[in-house]
């Protein structure tokens, strides 16, 4: 075993390389939200991340070999951040995560309407995400199925029922 870690075991050692809570949200933006830019993960999480949390996650998942980051060519100060092959495999563990939460846990409808539909689209669906995060993140050619489309629509039609909803009240 390595020194560097606390044990061999395979759930330790993925804990350890994911890190904390952050680790996994920011994975979490880059994957369903697509946000690629740091301002995009700063402002666009509901949970609120400070940015020099969010910059040491940035520079640990990067170290790990989870995301990866090269230069903006509209802007030299700014990076583009991708999700590895690595962090694309997680695909499965979020969606498990995703259908946990929604039972067993207050989530939103419209926070949970992507797990939802991962959940019940199983492995198949998955793997077609995955194959589209592969041609988002990683130059491979784009598939003829977009599962983001379809988790950003029914995200986009929960929130638009729900509001509409509160416009009625």
């Given at each position: 075993m390595d020194a560097s870690h606390r044990s061999g075991c395979p759930i330790n050692l993925t804990l350890e390389m994911l890190g904390d809570r952050w680790s996994l949200i920011?994975?979490?933006?880059?994957?369903?939200g697509n946000r690629r830019h740091f301002r995009e993960l700063l402002g666009g999480s509901e949970?609120?991340?400070?940015?020099?949390?969010?910059?040491?996650?940035?520079?640990?998942?990067?170290?790990?070999?989870l995301i990866s980051r090269r230069d903006d060519p509209s802007h030299k100060q700014k990076g583009i951040y991708s999700l590895t092959e690595p962090a694309i495999q997680l695909v499965p563990l979020l969606a498990q995560m995703g259908?946990?939460?929604?039972?067993?846990?207050p989530a939103s409808e419209e926070l949970s309407i992507r797990a939802?539909?991962?959940?019940?689209?199983?492995?198949?669906?998955?793997?077609?995400?995955?194959?589209?995060l592969r041609a988002l993140h990683?130059?491979?050619?784009?598939?003829?199925?977009?599962?983001?489309?379809?988790?950003?629509a029914a995200y986009l039609a929960v929130v638009a029922r729900?509001?509409?909803a509160l416009r009625s009240a």
């Open positions: 920011i994975i979490r933006d880059l994957m369903f949970e609120r991340i400070a940015s020099n949390i969010l910059a040491d996650r940035l520079k640990r998942l990067t170290e790990s070999g259908a946990w939460g929604r039972r067993h846990a939802e539909i991962l959940e019940e689209g199983g492995p198949a669906m998955w793997e077609a995400f995955m194959v589209e990683l130059g491979q050619p784009a598939p003829e199925r977009s599962v983001f489309s379809e988790l950003q729900k509001s509409g």
